[in-house]
Nanobody
Framework: QVQLVESGGGLVQAGGSLRLSCAASGRTFSNYAMAWFRQAPGKEREFVAAFSYTTRYADSVKGRFAISRDNAKNTVSLQMNSLKPEDTAVYYC??????????????????WGQGTQVTVSS
């Protein structure tokens, strides 16, 4: 497993932007697929984006969010633009061994950060 620490959450108005970052330690970062999930109150954790050898996005964030990784700095980021109130959630960084298939199922990720709150006001 890797240790993950998220940062960058906060309060933003609808239409605004935020950038989340996740710092990883403990294993060879480049060998891991990295993902972002989110969980709103009363809802299940849902997939947002992932970066293995390629990227994958949830339909709800395509064109608005962008995932990137820096293997030299052991970080993965999520740039969130055109934010909507429905994007309000706790956002989690997750990791799993890298595969050619970009996995979007939360239970298949074995390392998780503590989460960072994103609140979008209308």
């Amino acid at each position: 497993q890797v240790q993950l620490v998220e940062s960058g959450g906060g309060l933003v108005q609808a239409g605004g932007s935020l950038r989340l970052s996740c710092a990883a330690s403990g294993r060879t970062f480049s060998n891991y697929a990295m993902a972002w999930f989110r969980q709103a109150p009363g809802k299940e954790r849902e997939f947002v984006a992932a970066f293995s050898y390629t990227t994958r996005y949830a339909d709800s964030v395509k064109g608005r969010f962008a995932i990137s990784r820096d293997n030299a700095k052991n970080t993965v980021s999520l740039q969130m633009n055109s934010l909507k109130p429905e994007d309000t959630a706790v956002y989690y960084c997750a990791a799993r061994p890298k595969t050619t298939v970009v996995v979007s199922t939360a239970t298949l990720y074995d390392s998780w950060g503590q989460g960072t709150q994103v609140t979008v006001s209308s």
